[in-house]
């Protein structure tokens, strides 16, 4: 496996919610969009417009590709990709590191391990 | 408004959006948008003012995207540069050429002019009758050429034209090179203050013999600047012009050249 960074990180927050969206497990345009507008998916609005613009974009850049699996012609179900995966491993990375800065400084409550 | 009603809105939005967009996505998105409004887990007006802001926000960016993807080759870019280059190396020629035309021209009388009175100076005639002044030309209104006689300290003997009153001395430095080179062709400009200008077309010939000094004859040259300037608004023009007929030509080759792909 490529040790090299993906290219695009930052990711922009539709393609971060798309991503984590999919990590779970291959989705239709609908199923994403509504785990992006959830609090634990980024609480990001994405219409139709910017979900099937970016996911166009992300087949583009190789983030994601269509499953081929659909229970309905009018509907696409996308998958991540490895590459995808490794995009949204490392910016869970960046961001779970600029978490734990902002607890050190405060900013956020100490958790205490389960 | 019914619900009928509100997807008919939408399938007309999505006309909206540029054919290969609409072609790969367009039945999907429909999907999606009928998958909102059966969803009961999202209010209605939320879901509405998500599609009004998402239609907003992705067709101005969906059609961007499209005109990159037309217009941003980098095969059209070069074509257009180097048809920009070439049009600008053009119009510079239409102006340059004429320019130099009209300017050269406008030494025309002037040359036999100096040479002539030269001569007569030379053969030992007084400047005051080798350089007759019937009538002086005023050189800030007048058209009219002019001969003016210099001794070789560069002071007035003769002349027939006057400028506020007084016979004007070329600078020193055309003394200096028509006494080495023996002739020299300048556009003077013996006045420019208070936004008064006169810029003179000018020839000065060396007079040798035994009463060496210098002749100069002139010609206003506000006639032939007023031309150069048409030319140089002509070819502004052109130039203008062609880089418009270039920028239109680009567009409609990129668009009918434009990648399709479903």
């Known amino acids: 496996m490529s040790t090299q960074p993906v290219a695009g990180i930052p990711l922009s927050a539709a393609v971060f919610a798309i991503l984590l969206s999919l990590a779970e497990r291959e989705k239709h345009g609908y199923q994403i969009m509504k785990d992006a507008l959830s609090p634990e998916g980024g609480a990001v609005r994405l219409g139709p417009g910017t979900l099937y613009g970016s996911l166009d974009r992300m087949m583009r850049d190789g983030l994601v590709a269509e499953s081929g699996v659909s229970d309905d012609e009018r509907r696409r179900y996308y998958k991540l990709t490895a590459l995808g995966r490794r995009a949204l491993a490392e910016e869970l990375e960046r961001l779970d590191l600029a978490v734990r800065a902002g607890r050190s400084l405060g900013l956020l409550p100490h958790r205490s391990r389960s | ?262």
Do not use: C
């Open chain 2, 1 to 262: 408004m019914t619900g009928d009603s509100v997807e008919k809105l939408y399938l007309i939005a999505l006309r909206l959006y540029p054919e290969r967009f609409r072609l790969a996505h367009g039945p999907a998105m429909l999907q999606a948008f009928r998958d909102g409004r059966r969803d009961a887990s999202l209010p209605r007006r939320q879901f509405l003012s998500l599609i009004l802001v998402d239609l907003a926000i992705s067709l101005v960016k969906e059609h961007l995207a499209m005109m990159r993807e037309v217009f941003g080759r980098p095969a059209l870019f070069f074509n257009a540069a180097v048809l920009a280059g070439i049009s600008t190396v053009l119009a510079l020629a239409l102006y340059a050429i004429p320019q130099q035309v009209l300017r050269q021209g406008a030494n025309d009388p002037q040359i036999a002019m100096a040479g002539d009175a030269a001569a007569r100076l030379e053969q030992g005639q007084p400047p005051s009758e080798a350089i007759p002044a019937e009538s002086v030309v005023d050189m800030a209104r007048s058209l009219s050429p002019f001969v003016i006689a210099y001794d070789d300290a560069g002071t007035p003997l003769a002349s027939q034209a006057q400028l506020n009153g007084q016979t004007p001395v070329p600078p020193h430095g055309v003394f200096d090179y028509v006494r080495a080179h023996g002739e020299e062709r300048i556009s003077w400009q013996p006045l420019y203050r208070n936004g008064q200008r006169v810029r003179i077309a000018a020839v000065v010939e060396r007079v040798g013999g035994a009463h060496p000094g210098f002749v100069l004859a002139g010609r206003s040259l506000r006639e032939v600047e007023m031309r150069e300037e048409q030319v140089l608004r002509m070819a502004q023009l052109a130039w203008v012009a062609m880089l418009g007929l270039i920028v239109v030509g680009t567009g409609v080759f990129g668009w009918y050249t434009r990648p399709r792909t479903a």
